[in-house]
């Protein structure tokens, strides 16, 4: 998927129509004219041209940032057969529900704190002159039990970072699924040309540290007391893997 730099535009129109469908995520083409006020047939022919450079594109009657979707990965461990692909704005629910589960004990903050932001928008993709983020998913079925999450601030001097977060739901944790995950967002970031992914966690999220120190990441630096849960203060280990 190509998210490198969000697009500009020279028509004002144009630029309009594509910010409406980047906040909303997924919307028919007659809310986003009603919204934006704009006649009918200049509408349509803006929205020719963002549909031939692939700005946009329109699957069954609804508009979404174009995207080149990777293909989905069928994998099968431990009797337990999984899909992982790139999530898709229909996956919200699921995918909020997923990382709520899997943080229930609150060890996650960085993730809780997406899920909610994630929650409160209602919208999985994000590509704009302040951020990016894309997230892939584990499937088993049609239910999401695992994510990996990238968001890459539309800064300068953080042009060769991105953010990861990663998370399995317990039950199907041990079986290979985080680890394929982590593996697809390491692939997407090194497609996109960033240099270094980083992640932090509470110093009390044993597992999380056991499992990225196992995939070559590295602690890069502790914050003492950063987080305060169930009314302890608690370090924060922030780790980081060079590409």
């Known amino acids: ?66 995207y080149d979707e990777a293909e989905a990965e069928e994998f099968h461990a431990a009797d ?5 692909r790139q999530a898709r704005q229909e996956d919200l629910t699921g995918l909020v529900g997923a990382i709520r589960e899997a943080v229930g004990e609150k060890t996650y903050v960085d993730a809780e ?30 239910d999401v039990v695992g994510w ?9 001097k953080l042009s ?11 039950q199907y944790r041990g079986v290979g699924i985080g680890s394929r995950l982590l593996e697809r967002g390491i692939e997407w970031a090194d497609s996109q040309g960033f240099e270094k992914i980083y992640n932090s966690v509470p110093s009390t999220n044993a597992d999380a540290i ?3 120190e196992a995939h070559d990441w590295e602690t890069e630096a502790v914050r003492e007391d950063h987080y305060k849960l169930g009314g302890q203060y608690i370090d924060e280990v922030m780790m980081a893997k060079e590409i």
């Open 210 to 212: 056991e499992f990225l």
């Open 1 to 66: 998927m190509e998210l490198a730099q969000p697009p500009s535009f020279e028509n004002r129109d144009r630029s309009d129509i594509y910010d409406y469908v980047e906040r909303h995520g997924a919307v028919r083409p007659s809310e986003i004219r009603t919204a934006l006020g704009m006649e009918e047939r200049a509408f349509g022919h803006h929205m020719a041209i963002l549909k031939r450079d692939d700005v946009l594109e329109e699957r069954d009657g609804i508009v979404r940032i174009a």
């Open 113 to 142: 704190t997406i899920a909610d932001v994630v929650d409160s928008e209602g919208v999985l993709l994000r590509h704009n002159d302040l951020e990016s983020r894309i997230f892939f998913v584990a499937t088993v079925g049609d």
């Open 160 to 170: 060769h970072t991105a953010e990861l977060t990663l998370g399995v739901l317990e």
């Open 80 to 84: 337990v057969e999984f899909t992982i």
């Open 148 to 156: 990996v999450h990238l968001r890459h601030p539309e800064l300068d």
